[in-house]
Each structure stands twice: as structure tokens, then as C-alpha cells.
């Protein structure tokens, strides 16, 4: 599962589908496409024919904050989603996208925050949190 922040105001917010239509998720997409779990290396559109394998990706926040910085209202607002996909995925890895969203998984999966540092894994109960 691959946590970010928040869908983009002119990507993932016009689209329907996280990281997709906007430079944010052009890396991801590319970085999922090169590491075989996705079909294509790119998305513009929900009805462009990616496919993930074996991911799941979703946000802390479910619209774009104004200024890219969702309050602390907003996320506490969100956190029964999060949390929701979280137990019908039930995730081996969390990937998290950023300082926020692993401070928002965190307390998502009511644990204490890890120290946020790119690149680095942590136990989480039967699964893996790693935080770029």
C-alpha cells in the first residue's frame, strides 16, 4: 500500500484515481512501471488501462488541500478511510510518500510515529512500513 498525501488539485482530484494526470504521479507510475508492478509507464486518465500489481495506492486527505497542506481537521476527518482501506487491504508494506503521510498511517494504524527518514523500514505488527 502506497500512502501519499493527497490527490492533486489538477491530477488525482480531476481524474478519480490517485497519482494519476499530474507530475506528481509521473514518477511513481514510472517507478511502479520499472519495478514490474505496473502495465504502463505512465497515467493520464482513470481509463488509460493501468493496471497495479499487488499495490494499492491512497492518501491520508481525500481532496486537495489549498496550498498542498491539509490541517489537522482535515486529516482527522479522512483518517476513517485511511483506516478502512487499510483493514480490507490488510498491506504486507506500507510506502509512505512524505513526512505527513507517514505521520498520518501512523496514527491511522494507532501506533507511535516513527522517525521520518527516507529509505528507512520499520516492523509494523505483521507488516513493513517504509518511508521515502
Known amino acids: 500500500m502506497i500512502v501519499g498525501l493527497a ?3 489538477h491530477g488525482g482530484n480531476r481524474t478519480g484515481r490517485m497519482f494519476t ?3 506528481s504521479g509521473s ?3 514510472k517507478a511502479l512501471f520499472k519495478a514490474g ?3 504502463l509507464p505512465d497515467s493520464v486518465s482513470r481509463d488509460d488501462g493501468l493496471a497495479l500489481k499487488n499495490t494499492y495506492i491512497t492518501a491520508i486527505v481525500r481532496c486537495a488541500p ?3 497542506k491539509p490541517s489537522v481537521q482535515e486529516i482527522s476527518n479522512c483518517r476513517p478511510y485511511l483506516k478502512q482501506e487499510i483493514a480490507m487491504i490488510k498491506p504486507k508494506v506500507f510506502l509512505t510518500l512524505g513526512y505527513l503521510a507517514t505521520n498520518g498511517l501512523t496514527d491511522a494504524l ?3 510515529r516513527q522517525p521520518f527518514k527516507h529509505g ?3 516492523a509494523v505488527g505483521d507488516s513493513w512500513l517504509v518511508s521515502s
Open 37 to 39: 508492478l505496473a502495465n
Open 21 to 23: 494526470g499530474d507530475s
Open 7 to 9: 490527490p492533486a488539485a
Open 110 to 112: 494507532g501506533i507511535r
Open 27 to 29: 514518477w511513481l507510475i
Open 120 to 122: 528507512a523500514v520499520y
Open 66 to 68: 489549498p496550498k498542498n
